[in-house]
């Protein structure tokens, strides 16, 4: 579904990314796994179009997609749950909702959507007249996939949903992930420093460090691997 | 009695035109954080464009009829929208991932292209220029009160305005776009909102306003010359930071605020001659008080 081909991103004169290649098959979950600074973050922007690529392809359904602005990327059907979640924090959890279906015309698409959004995630509902910004940080990550689902995805991808979350967080917001994956064939491509937790909802993950992939696997071997052991799974 | 109300309106109308310009400044802010000091040149262009379509206008329309008026108004404000897509378009989406100060400096490099070009002989010349009458030049007299029809067509066709505003921004497609720009840039892209387009509309409204005040000025002053914008452009900055920058009630708010306190003050012997420093008075005392603005909210930074 995607495919990522010799990828560089740079800042200034920095190498962010150093000719990555990676691919996401259809329907599954794959990871992205990798300490800070390693260029996760610059990857997910990159699809996104929030980034302009230095050299190297991304070809989405059979399209090199490198370099188009974010609002045809997200026309395409990708849409990219941003680090620190970005929720408009001065409107309220339903307009923030109907935020994330600008692009869809289609009123009664958009009421479905939002059905569905809220049948996942039934705190959202309870707090719909709500101002965004007043809401706990679960419920924030919360907002921040429902708001990207509304714009009818094919293609997720979510940068840190587990950050500064609580345990138990933690746990529901994996849930839901996988939840999605599986009801709505979503495809996923999750960035994380939680690698335990990735990797066990994953089927597939790339390690990324200071620019490049160093590993890559199926997600039960990778967990098994002495060297991601020690280095992101706390021995 | 009777002059504090005459003092009212006048300082209400000229309000209204401050109003009418700081909307634009704070618009642009909005989307593009940075103030566009090109703005009150655009103003006068509006009051030029008055000037050159009138005749145009009066060939098929009755010279001095409401309609030839707000015809003249709606064409003005068309091509002062097409002004500011341009402007932006050649000197500033250039720069867009430029430092912000670069973007400013360039502001007012355009401004001075602007009046200095404008003030050639083949241009509209240095000279001040005549404004026609676009409406029948009559008074209306309430028991000594003596109010300009053109006063209350200035405070009519704002608050017409005011309200068209307030419909595009808060229901339509495109204002929302602009309000989720102006959060949060990089989120309403993601949203697939197309951050370039909206800029454009942003530049075009805010342009439009500022040529419909231009109108409105010129009816109301009768002599427009290529320097006019700089002094009018100067206090609508003022007035949309008093009101809080990037407020839009707050510009409107700030704009009248300033033409009351100009005018009264105007009335008042020994301070008359201060009339235009008070504006900067203003400017001086908000940042040192209240930086934020009247209705602006003073944003922290979470870390």
Redesign the interface.
């Known amino acids: 579904m995607l495919q990522i081909k010799n990828l560089t991103v740079s800042y200034g004169a920095i190498n962010a990314l150093k000719g990555i290649s990676l691919s996401v098959q259809s329907g599954s979950i794959v990871t992205l796994i990798g300490s800070n600074g390693a260029g996760k973050t610059t990857t997910l922007k990159t699809i996104?179009?929030?980034l302009k690529p230095k050299a190297g392809e991304i070809i989405y359904d059979g399209k090199n997609i490198a370099g188009l602005?974010?609002?045809e990327i997200?026309?395409r059907g990708l849409?990219?749950v941003?680090e620190g979640r970005?929720?408009?924090?001065?409107?309220t959890v339903l307009e923030n909702l109907q935020?994330?279906a600008?692009?869809v015309r289609d009123k009664k698409v958009v009421r479905r959507e939002l059905e569905f959004v809220f049948a996942t995630f039934p705190r959202l509902k309870e707090r719909e007249q709500q101002i965004a910004g007043t809401l706990s940080g679960g419920e924030q990550q919360m907002l921040a996939i429902g708001?990207?689902l509304m714009?009818q995805p094919k293609f997720l991808m979510l940068d840190e949903p587990s950050l500064g979350l609580a345990p138990l967080l933690v746990k529901t917001i994996f849930e839901k992930i996988v939840e999605i994956n599986c009801e709505r064939g979503l495809t996923i491509l999750l960035v994380e420093q939680n690698a335990n937790r990735a990797l066990e909802v994953s089927r597939f993950g790339y390690v990324l460090e200071t620019g490049n992939i160093t590993l890559q696997g199926d997600s039960a071997s990778l967990r098994q691997n002495p060297q991601v052991k020690s280095a992101y799974l706390g021995g | 009695m009777t002059e504090f109300l005459q003092q009212l309106i006048n300082g209400l109308a000229l309000g209204a035109i401050y109003a009418l310009i700081a909307l634009g400044y704070t618009m642009v802010y909005g989307v593009l954080r940075f103030i566009n000091f090109a703005h009150g040149d655009v103003f006068m262009l509006g009051a030029f464009a008055g000037y050159y379509l009138s005749p145009v206008v009066n060939k098929f329309l009755p010279a001095q009829s409401y309609v030839g008026g707000a015809l003249v108004l709606v064409l003005a404000m068309a091509i002062c929208a097409l002004l500011g897509v341009v402007i932006e378009f050649l000197a500033y989406r250039p720069l867009r991932s430029r430092p912000k100060l670069t973007v400013l400096i360039t502001a007012i490099g355009v401004s001075l292209f602007i009046e200095y070009t404008c003030q050639h002989k083949s241009v509209f010349g240095a000279a001040p220029h005549k404004f026609p009458d676009l409406i029948p030049a009559t008074t209306i007299n309430f028991n000594g009160l003596v109010i300009g029809v053109n006063q209350i067509i200035v405070l009519v066709t704002t608050a017409v305005l005011l309200v068209a505003l307030r419909f595009i921004v808060q229901k339509t497609?495109m204002g929302?776009?602009m309000r989720?720009v102006s959060?949060?840039e990089?989120?309403?892209?993601?949203?697939?909102?197309?951050?370039?387009s909206v800029i454009s509309f942003t530049f075009g409204l805010g342009s439009a306003l500022a040529g419909a005040g231009g109108i409105l000025f010129a009816m109301n002053y009768a002599s427009i010359d290529p320097l006019m914008g700089v002094q009018t452009g100067l206090k609508a900055f003022v007035a949309a930071v008093l009101g809080g920058i990037g407020n839009l009630p707050g510009a409107a708010l700030g704009g009248l605020i300033l033409g009351l306190l100009e005018t009264f003050a105007g009335g008042i012997p020994g301070v008359s001659n201060y009339r235009d420093g008070i504006a900067f008075a203003i400017l001086i005392l908000i940042l040192l008080l209240k930086p934020a603005g009247l209705l602006g909210k003073s944003t922290v930074e979470k870390v």
């Open positions: 996104s179009g929030l602005p974010p609002h997200v026309g849409s990219h941003p970005m929720i408009f924090a001065n409107l935020m994330g600008y692009l708001r990207a714009s | 497609r929302t776009a989720a959060f949060n990089p989120a309403a892209a993601l949203m697939g909102v197309n951050i370039n």
